[in-house]
C-alpha cells in the first residue's frame, strides 16, 4: 500500500456540476473487511482516512478521486470531490461531476486507439475541474463491466493497454491495477454500499438497508441483506459475501448474471447471443414491428433483425419469447418476493421513456407497471413507431426478468432512483471508497 501525502491546499473546482452536499464518511472509519464466502478474506475500507495522520494545524482540505465507468453502452467519469474542513473532522462527499459518451470501449474492439481516445477526452474534463497542484494526488481508474468480459481476452486486454497509456501520460497518479475488467460481484456490492451510503443506512442504530437492482447492456445484478437465516442456507455459497463495519458483519446476497443485460437478452431473444458470423443472416421476432428490418451493432457485431412478417406480434408471444431466456435461469431467494428494492439503470431509462415515471424525480413501481406497460406497447406497435423498435421486447423482458426470473410478486415496490442528494447511485462511488482506502489518502 503507497502512502499518499497530505493534501494542503483548501482550493477546490470552479466547475462543480452538483450541488454542495456534505455526506459524511463515518463507514469507512470503521473496520471494515471483506469477505467472499468461497473464497480469500479481502480487507476493504479499513482505516480509511484515520485521523491524526496529518499535522494536527492543518487546513480545511479537498481532494479528488477519479472512476470511470467503462460500460457494455457507453464510458462515464465520476469526479468526487471531498472535504476535509479540520483535522479532527471526517472528510465528506462535497460532490460529483459527471459526464458519458457513446458507445462503450467494446465498441472499439478493433480499433483500441480509437477507444482510448473516448476516454481521454472524458478525462480532460478532470483537467478542467481538478486545480493543477492537486493533480498528481488524484487517483484516476477505470473498470470495465460486461461488454468487455464478452470481448475474447485479447481485444479487451489490447483496449486497456490503451486506456492505461493515456492515464500514464496525464497528470493525475496512476494507481497499480488502475485499469482493470471488474468482477461481476463487486458491481452489485459496491452498487449496494453507494445506495445505502447516500440514503444513510450505513450509519446509525436503525439500519434500514435497501436492496439493488442493475439492469446493463450486457449484465444484471441483484444484492440485498438477507434477513431470513433460509436465504443464507439456500442460496449458492458464491452468492454470498459479508464484510464489518461499526462492529457489525453485512452478509449480502449478490449475483450477476452475464448475457442478462438489457441489450443481451435482445440477442438472445433474437436467438443471435452468443452466434459467430451472423452476417447477413436475419432474426425476427414477435415483440418487433411486423414490417420492421434493420441493422443493429452491439459490441462490434453487426445483427439484420425484422419482426415476424407473416407470424404473430404483440404481447402474448413476445412473452413466450422472453421467457425461454430467463426462465429457470436465475436464482429465486424466497425473501425478496415481498421486499421492495432500489432500481436504476435500463429499468430507470424504459420507464422513463415509457413515461411510468419522470426523467428528473424518479419514482415508486409496483412490478405490475412494467407488464401494463408492455401490454399496451406490444399490442399497439404502431402506435408506438417512432419510439426504440425495441421498446416492446424490452419492457417484456425487464417484466419477465422480475417475475419469472428473480421471482417478484406482481406488488413488489421498485423506487426507481437515478441521482440521490445529486450523486448518481453508481457502483463508482463504493469503488472510489475503496481506491481511495488502498492508497492511503488521509490528512
Ligand atoms: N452512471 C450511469 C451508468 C449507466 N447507466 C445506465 O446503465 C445502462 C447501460 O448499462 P451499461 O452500459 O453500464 O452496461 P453494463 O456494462 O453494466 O452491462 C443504461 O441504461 C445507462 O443509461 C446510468 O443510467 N447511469
Ligand atoms: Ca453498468
Same mark, same amino acid.
Given at each position: ?33 471483506? &469477505?467472499?464466502? @468461497? ?5 476493504? =475500507?479499513?482505516? %480509511? ?16 478521486? *477519479? ?6 453502452? /457507453? ?21 460529483? *461531476? =459527471? ?18 481516445? $473516448? ?13 493543477? @497542484? ?14 468487455? !468480459? ?21 497528470? =493525475?497518479?496512476?494507481? #497499480? ?9 463487486? #458491481? ?8 445505502? =451510503? ?41 452468492? %454470498? ?7 457489525? $458483519?453485512?452478509? %449480502?446476497?449478490?449475483?450477476?448474471? %452475464? ?11 433474437? +436467438? ?5 458470423? &451472423? ?17 443493429? @451493432? ?5 445483427? !439484420? ?19 425461454? &431466456? ?36 424518479? /419514482?415508486?413501481? #409496483? ?8 401490454? #399496451? ?62 492508497? +492511503?489518502?488521509?490528512?
Amino acid at each position: 500500500m503507497t502512502a499518499h501525502p497530505c493534501l494542503t491546499s483548501s482550493s477546490g473546482s470552479g466547475r462543480m456540476a452538483s450541488s454542495r452536499l456534505p455526506i459524511l464518511l463515518a463507514l469507512v472509519f470503521s473496520s471494515f473487511s471483506f &469477505v467472499h464466502s @468461497h473464497s480469500n478474506r479481502v480487507m476493504w =475500507f479499513q482505516d %480509511l482516512f484515520p485521523p491524526n495522520v496529518c499535522p494536527i494545524n492543518a487546513k480545511a482540505n479537498t481532494f479528488y478521486g *477519479i472512476m470511470f465507468d467503462a460500460g457494455s453502452t /457507453g464510458t462515464r467519469i465520476h469526479i468526487y470531490t471531498f472535504v476535509q474542513k479540520s483535522p479532527e473532522s471526517l472528510p465528506e462527499l462535497e460532490g460529483e *461531476i =459527471f459526464e458519458s459518451v457513446k458507445p462503450g470501449l467494446s465498441a472499439y474492439a478493433d480499433q483500441p486507439e480509437k477507444g482510448a481516445e $473516448t476516454v481521454k477526452k472524458l478525462l480532460d474534463m478532470a483537467i478542467d475541474a481538478v486545480p493543477p @497542484h492537486l493533480w498528481k494526488k488524484t487517483p484516476v481508474v477505470l473498470k470495465a463491466t460486461a461488454g468487455l !468480459r464478452l470481448l475474447s481476452e485479447e481485444k479487451a486486454q489490447a483496449l486497456l493497454l490503451e486506456v492505461k497509456e493515456v492515464f500514464e501520460e496525464s497528470p =493525475f497518479l496512476v494507481p #497499480e491495477d488502475s485499469v482493470s475488467i471488474m468482477d461481476g460481484s463487486y #458491481e452489485g456490492i459496491l452498487a449496494w454500499i453507494t445506495v445505502n =451510503f447516500l440514503t444513510g443506512q450505513l450509519s446509525g442504530q436503525n439500519q434500514h438497508t435497501v436492496g439493488t437492482l442493475d439492469l446493463g447492456g450486457a449484465s444484471t445484478q441483484i444484492t440485498f441483506l438477507p434477513r431470513f437465516e433460509e436465504t443464507l442456507k439456500e442460496s449458492p455459497g458464491d452468492f %454470498l459475501t459479508s464484510f464489518e463495519m461499526f462492529n457489525s $458483519t453485512y452478509k %449480502l446476497y449478490t449475483h450477476s448474471y %452475464l448475457g442478462f443485460g438489457l441489450k443481451a437478452a435482445r440477442l438472445a431473444t433474437l +436467438g443471435a447471443l452468443n452466434m459467430e458470423a &451472423v452476417d447477413g443472416q436475419m432474426f425476427r421476432s414477435s415483440c418487433l414491428p411486423k414490417q420492421l428490418e434493420a441493422e443493429w @451493432h452491439f459490441g462490434g457485431v453487426k445483427y !439484420r433483425y425484422g419482426g415476424n412478417k407473416e407470424g404473430e406480434t404483440g404481447f402474448k408471444p413476445c412473452y413466450l419469447e422472453v421467457l425461454k &431466456v430467463v426462465k429457470g435461469k436465475l436464482h429465486q431467494p424466497d425473501e425478496i418476493r415481498g421486499s421492495s428494492f432500489y432500481a436504476f439503470s435500463y429499468y430507470y431509462d424504459r420507464a422513463v421513456d415509457t413515461n411510468l415515471i419522470d426523467y428528473e424525480q424518479g /419514482g415508486v413501481l #409496483e412490478v405490475r407497471d412494467f407488464e401494463r406497460k408492455a401490454k #399496451e406497447v406490444c399490442d399497439n406497435m404502431e402506435r408506438y413507431n417512432s419510439a426504440s423498435p425495441f421498446l416492446c421486447m424490452d419492457l417484456t423482458y425487464i417484466t419477465a426478468l422480475l417475475k419469472e426470473g428473480f421471482g417478484f410478486r406482481d406488488n413488489t415496490l421498485l423506487q426507481l432512483t437515478k441521482k440521490v442528494n445529486n450523486i448518481e447511485t453508481s457502483w463508482t462511488l463504493g469503488a472510489t471508497f475503496h481506491l481511495l482506502q488502498s492508497l +492511503g489518502i488521509t490528512y
